[in-house]
Every structure is written in structure tokens, then in C-alpha cells.
């Protein structure tokens, strides 16, 4: 092994070692660039203009820092020229980094450069280069965080940015490891290094044959497992490789029972590079954490509207939500806070601001897992119901926590059998979570569940409860659990402790309605124009979709704001202060295609699933014209004439959201049940009995079958 030091001339030369005469060494982890310093250069003393110098001389000046005259760098101690001696070195990586004093990472494409900035943003800055590095994407990275008892991150300009126990939250939701799915996303220079840099963890040696192939490098792998005997290696490898050749299958499971990848010591031991035979395999680990996901997770939360501006920011200096955010007041609560609030209020997006918050800036440990579930009782199965939030909750930890895999060993392989070929069941999620929560430890952990009123009522009481239950588990295991709900005034459901703040009532909630007002109401500083928006405010009574949806009226019916305040004023009274009559004037206002509304808004309401913008076009034709044959001339109609008419025949009420699947929502939050909207449409129910909800099905299926013919 030949290590780097500076001579008595401050020049750079290298010593070669062997065995145990090795001295203690730093060594250095990086991604290679065009202009790398070579073993040649450094030979023929030449080299110092490439860029790849100056990492060189880093890893040298903190060698010297920390006490080590010493250090090594691929590029340069490798004489890549001799075949045998490259052999060598790959077969003795992982040792070399075990051995190492001390790791440098040294993140050529994350920036961390001195600033005035506040520590959270200087932080949230240099964070979001650092979980996209490349050096995340290299296949040699996994054996380089394994194998050193310390790794210390740098950023280009040598400023040190933590190491692998601080970030160790960002590099496991970045790596997505402990998991034997490493290599699936991994990138190599040549494709056989990704077989290559396996061999130190599997503690295997093989000559190199650059030019053989990747699936040729994986095959003589194998071989070598399987000569050595290593059936359970052999399995577990397979799999890895499957992944890396035809990148068809993604695990989501660690290594059952493997110690902390980012908190291994170093050893070679090979207990610490086998599998350990459970009742449930990792393969059917894997299965099971798989079946969590459901296509729309977390579509509702995406989808929603940030908070505008500072709007909701107020809620974070509230000495409830602050007496709740302290751990060491966690008794006077039992670790509960849930806000309520009449219909409009704007719950879900203050709690999108409290989640991203807490999930971006963790306040109390840096090991803090944050999970969120928004119910949506529009939505799918999974959206609005308590079985796919503790799907959604238990899939979320494990990603971020993938050691608690272990949670899954309380059931028999016959049970794990069962639960794979008829799917997950509401008390083995329960179980599952329960365990998962033993097994926290020290990491705190925080849920945010919102608009628990969206979700089954006869289930809602029994899953309060459990989270109940929850907050005891955690306690006896000395770990930090904060759960925060939202939700309207119903269900009403007691809790024994917690914190409990209703919207509506709160100064910072009006605040943000009344700046809404003078943002979005460009009527000049008069004492009458203050006036009128006075009147706004106390008309809402703390409804702001209200308030959103009058000053939308009024700008669109007063564009020219030349016009005198009284006329405004005049308006605004004859606008209803109540929700439901507001949506109802809006319905009705212009007298226009009344029938089409009203048949268009009953398929959104009544249909079992979001409905595509074709299927919602050609239902509500059909509605109108029985003899509509509902066949898609794409040349007649364009989809995005579809759209259009989507929010033309809905007044405005509902839109064509930017997902995937590119179906139609209401937009706006009010109507979240049929019963409830039903009330609200009762005036057009009325007057249209002859279009039944059995006509609406029997029309969506005709519509559907004749657009997929």
C-alpha cells in the first residue's frame, strides 16, 4: 500500500508499506474528474495545474490537522497501468478503508462557503446539494461509509459539513440504505466495477477482467459465493444483481437483523456480511413493505397550496404549539395537539407549513422522523380511510428508518404468507406500527394526520385511540412521540390529554385573512376602501376559502377599480355569508347551461373514484343527449378542449389536477363528502330527478366502454 506525506521540501511523495509496518493514515473518498493527478504524474513530479491537485492537497492539510503525517488517494497511489497491482487494490479497498483513521469525503459539487446567513437557511442550502451529490450515485460509496470508523463530509471548500452519524438521517433517506438494493441506482465508470466494488463487503477476492462485461463480473461473483459455500450470500447477492442487470425490481427492505450500515466499527467479521435466517425472509419483507405503497400516498399533500407569503407562520410562536413542540412539557399533553376548525378555515394548509417545518428544520434531534397522512374523502380507498393511513405511516418509516424492517418479525411465515395474498388487514398494520414504535429508541418521532372528519366516522374514534396507545408505547420506551391532528368540529371524539386550539378564534388566523384582503383587494388607502375591507373580514366570520372566493367575484366583476367603493360595498351585501348559499349563487349567478352544470357536478360528486377529464366529458354529454353515441373523435375534440370544459360546465368548481393520471377535483375544499354536497346541490337535485345516480353509473360505464372500444 503506498501512502502520500509531504517530504521536507513540502513536496509530495509516496512510501510504500507492507503489513502491519502500515502507519496510521488518512484516506480520502471523492468523485473522479476529467483532470485527476495519476501515479504517473506524481512519478514524474508533474500534475500540480490539474484540478484534481487541490483535493490532494486538502486531504493532506487535514491529515495534518488531525494528527496524521500520512494519507492516501486513489488516483495517485494506484499505479492503474500495472493490472496485477489494480487487481490487487480492489480485492484490498475494503480493508483500506476499514484501517483508515479517518475518512474525508470530499463533495466536489456541494458548496458551503462562509455567510451571514441564518443557520437554517445556510443549512437548507448546502443540504439540498448535498443529498443530490453525485458521490451518492457512485457504486463504490456503500464500502467506503461501511467500512471507516470515521467519516467526515467536507464541502468544496474544505468547510466540514458533519459526519456519518450527524447526517445520518439525510444519508439513509439519500441512500436509501441499510438495504441490498444498493446497487440498483448506482453508478459506475465501467460497468463491471459495480460487481467490483462489492467484493471488500463480501469479503471476496477475484482478479479483475475490465472488458468482460457487467453480467460476466456478476456471473464469476456467483461463483465464487457458491464455491465458498455461502448459499444464504448466494441468495442475497442474486437479488442485488437481478436489480443492478435488469433495474425491474426495487427492494424497500434492510437486511434483517445487519447491524447500522452508517455505525459499523470497521470489523471484517463475516457475521456482520451474512444473512440471518428468520421466519420471514428479507425477500418477504420486501413483499410485505411493497404492499404498503398505493398509487396515490401522497397525491393529497402535493396537490395542496402552500400558505401564501407569512400567512400561517404565526402559529408556530403560539405557546401551545411551542409547549407541545417541548418534549420536557410532554406530560402536561401526553404529546397531543389537535387544531379545529369550521369548514374553509384553512386547516390543511397550515398543516402542509406545520409538516414541512418540522420535516426541514428538526429543531430537537437530528435523527427526528416526521410522517404525514391527509385524508381526502373524495379520494381513493387508501386516501380516506384509517387502513391506508397506517399504510402510508408505516411505509413513510421504514423509508426513513429502514433498520425498523425488524417490526415485521412478530408474524409467522404462514401469517406473512396470508397478508401476501390477500393484503394488508387494519390489525396487522396496527401491530406493525406498535412494534415499530418499540424499536424508535432515542428518535423522535412526529405524525401530522389531517382532516381526520374525511375518514369513515365509525373508524375514527377506534383510531384516535390507537394512537393513544401509541403515545403510551412510546413513553415506556423512552421515546419522544408528537402527534398532531386536524380536523372540523366532528367527530367528537374525547381525548384524556392533549392541547386543543379552534382556528376560527385565533388573532394570528384573522391576521392572515385581513393581509390576504389588502393583497388581493387593490382598492386604494382610502378611509371607505379600509372600510370595505373591514366589512370583508367581519362578514367571513374566519372562513378564508369565503373570503378567497368573494374577492375573487369582485375583482372579477370589478376589473376597472376606478369605480366608486359604495358600488363595491352595495355588492358585497348581497353576497350570502354563508358558505353554502355563496356556492349556490356562484352555481346560478349567470342563468347560463344550468342542466349541464348540474350533470356535470353530480358525476364528480357521486362517482366512486376521480373521474378523467374524457370520461366526465363524455358522461355529461351523454346525460344531456341519450342518442350521444360517447365515441372519441380525437380530431373533432382535443383533451384539452376537455379540460376547458371541465371548469366552464363546473363554474369554476372543478379542475384537471397536474398528476399522472390527470383526473378532475373540485377545487376548492369544502365539499369533501356526497351527503354534504348533496345538501348544498339540493337545489338542482330537485329540479333534474329524471338523470338518477343509477342513470349516472349506467352512463359513466356506457361512456367509459364505448372510450376504451
Not at 398509487?295 to 407541545?324: H, M, N, P, V
Not at 397550515?350 to 381526502?376: A, D, G, N, R, V
Not at 373521474?611 to 383533451?639: H, I, M, N
Request: glycine share 6%.
Amino acid at each position: 500500500m503506498r501512502l502520500l506525506t509531504h517530504n521536507n521540501n513540502g513536496e509530495l511523495s509516496l512510501t510504500e508499506f507492507l503489513g502491519e509496518n502500515t502507519p496510521p493514515y488518512a484516506i480520502l473518498s471523492h468523485t473522479w474528474g476529467s483532470e485527476e493527478v495519476t501515479f504517473a504524474d506524481l512519478s514524474d513530479g508533474i500534475g500540480k495545474e490539474k484540478a484534481g491537485y487541490d483535493k490532494i492537497e486538502f486531504c493532506g492539510e487535514r491529515a495534518r490537522c488531525d494528527g496524521l503525517q500520512y494519507f492516501w488517494v486513489d488516483s495517485c497511489c494506484i499505479d492503474k497501468a500495472s493490472s496485477n497491482e489494480l487487481t490487487e487494490a480492489i480485492n484490498s479497498m475494503f480493508r483500506w478503508y476499514s484501517k483508515a483513521a479517518k475518512c474525508y469525503v470530499y463533495l466536489s459539487d456541494v458548496s458551503c462557503p462562509s455567510s451571514e446567513m441564518d443557520n437554517i437557511t445556510h443549512a437548507l442550502l448546502w443540504e439540498t446539494a448535498f443529498r443530490t451529490s453525485r458521490w451518492f450515485t457512485r457504486g463504490w460509496t456503500l464500502q467506503e461509509l461501511i467500512a471507516p470508523r470515521s467519516v467526515e463530509f467536507f464541502s468544496r471548500e474544505g468547510s466540514l459539513l458533519g459526519n456519518k452519524e450527524s447526517l445520518e438521517q439525510q444519508i439513509c433517506e439519500t441512500t436509501r440504505i441499510p438495504r441490498m438494493s444498493w446497487m440498483e441506482h448506482r453508478e459506475t465508470t465501467r460497468g463491471e466495477d459495480k460487481a467490483y466494488s462489492m467484493l471488500g463487503i463480501l469479503d471476496i477476492s477475484m482478479s479483475s477482467i475490465y472488458g468482460e462485461g457487467m453480467e460476466n463480473a456478476f456471473d464469476r461473483l456467483l461463483d465464487k459465493l457458491e464455491n465458498r459455500s455461502k448459499k444464504r450470500q448466494h441468495n442475497e447477492l442474486f437479488v442485488v444483481t437481478q436489480g443492478v442487470i435488469s433495474s425491474t425490481k426495487r427492494l424497500k427492505t434492510a437486511h434483517p437483523h445487519s447491524p447500522s450500515v452508517l455505525s459499523h466499527s470497521g470489523t471484517n467479521d463475516s457475521n456482520t456480511k451474512s444473512c440471518v435466517v428468520h421466519s420471514i425472509d428479507y425477500t418477504t419483507k420486501e413483499a410485505l413493505i411493497n404492499m404498503l405503497h398505493f398509487d396515490k400516498i401522497d397525491e393529497r399533500l402535493t396537490s395542496l397550496t402552500a400558505a401564501q407569503g407569512s400567512t400561517c407562520r404565526w402559529f408556530l410562536g403560539k405557546s401551545e404549539y411551542i409547549s407541545w413542540h417541548d418534549a420536557a412539557q410532554q406530560s402536561d399533553h401526553g404529546g397531543f395537539l389537535w387544531i379545529k376548525g369550521n369548514p374553509g378555515t384553512g386547516k390543511s394548509t397550515l398543516m402542509k407549513l406545520l409538516f414541512e417545518e418540522e420535516k426541514l428544520y428538526p429543531k430537537s434531534h437530528s435523527s427526528q422522523i416526521t410522517l404525514s397522512f391527509f385524508f381526502l374523502a373524495r379520494g381513493t380507498i387508501e386516501e380516506k380511510s384509517t387502513i391506508g393511513l397506517y399504510r402510508s405511516l408505516l411505509h413513510q418509516l421504514l423509508e426513513r428508518a429502514p433498520d425498523l424492517s425488524d417490526c415485521l418479525d412478530w408474524m409467522t411465515a404462514n401469517g406473512a404468507r396470508g397478508i401476501k395474498r390477500s393484503g394488508w388487514h387494519e390489525q396487522a398494520l396496527k401491530q406493525t406500527l406498535a412494534k415499530a414504535i418499540q424499536k424508535l429508541k432515542s428518535r423522535p418521532l412526529t405524525i401530522f394526520a389531517d382532516a381526520l372528519d374525511e375518514c369513515d366516522k365509525s373508524k375514527a374514534a377506534g383510531m384516535v385511540s390507537f394512537f393513544e396507545e401509541l403515545c403510551d408505547i412510546a413513553k415506556a420506551n423512552q421515546t419522544c412521540l408528537k402527534i398532531c391532528f386536524s380536523s372540523r368540529h366532528y367527530p367528537t371524539i374525547t381525548i384524556q390529554n392533549g392541547i386543543e386550539v379552534t382556528l376560527e378564534n385565533e388573532g394570528g388566523h384573522m391576521e392572515d385573512i385581513k393581509q390576504y384582503v389588502k393583497a388581493k383587494l387593490k382598492i386604494g388607502k382610502s378611509k371607505q376602501a379600509e372600510s370595505l375591507r373591514s366589512d370583508i373580514l367581519e362578514k367571513s366570520s374566519g372562513i378564508f376559502l369565503w373570503v378567497v372566493l368573494v374577492i375573487d367575484i369582485i375583482n372579477s366583476e370589478y376589473p376597472d377599480k376606478s369605480i366608486s367603493i359604495k358600488k363595491i360595498r352595495e355588492r358585497l351585501r348581497e353576497i350570502p355569508p354563508e358558505l353554502n348559499d355563496l356556492f349556490e349563487m356562484i352555481l346560478t349567478r349567470d342563468g347560463e347551461n344550468l342542466e349541464q352544470m348540474q350533470i356535470c357536478l353530480k358525476f364528480i360528486l357521486f362517482a366512486s373514484r376521480p373521474l378523467k377529464p374524457q370520461e366526465l366529458y363524455f358522461a355529461t354529454q351523454v346525460g344531456l343527449d341519450r342518442s350521444c353515441s360517447g365515441r372519441w373523435d380525437r380530431e373533432d375534440v382535443e383533451l384539452d378542449n376537455m379540460k376547458t370544459f371541465v371548469k366552464s360546465s363546473s363554474k369554476g368548481l372543478a379542475e384537471v389536477i397536474r398528476n399522472k393520471a390527470a383526473e378532475v377535483q373540485s377545487s376548492t375544499n369544502p365539499l369533501p363528502q356526497a351527503s354534504e354536497s348533496a345538501h348544498l346541490l339540493g337545489f338542482t337535485l330537485q329540479y333534474s330527478r329524471k338523470l338518477s345516480l343509477r342513470a349516472c353509473r349506467e352512463e359513466l360505464c356506457r361512456s367509459y366502454s364505448n372510450l376504451t372500444d
